[in-house]
């Protein structure tokens, strides 16, 4: 990440955690009383426009949920059915890697 990026990152979160509004303004208004004047225009507009109307502290709390969505369902509310298919799915993918290996294919022949 740039050392753009990285200001215009940190000034949302100071504001998302003020509740402040974020808008290409007040971010600029944050990276200048931080001294860096390298950091142009466009990123806090790019960044402001990216985070338009939504809620950056719901979007942190949410960070490491984004691949188990798919997962979340089977879990939470499966038969006894449906986790027996999910098991019976995964050792034949797990024949379908063996299988390859056993054609002299490899990473490092």
Known sequence: MS??????????????DDGVEITA???????KAAKLE??????????AKALEGKDVKELLSN???????????????????????AKEEAPKEEEKEESDEDMGFGLFD
């Open 3 to 16: 050392t753009a990026e990285l200001a215009s990152s940190y000034a949302a979160l100071i504001l998302a």
């Open 25 to 31: 303004d007040k971010l600029h208004t944050l990276i």
């Open 38 to 47: 390298e950091v142009e225009p466009i990123w806090t507009s790019l960044f």
């Open 63 to 85: 960070v490491g949920s984004g691949g188990g969505a798919a997962a979340a369902p089977a879990a939470g509310g499966a038969a006894g059915g449906d986790a027996e298919e």
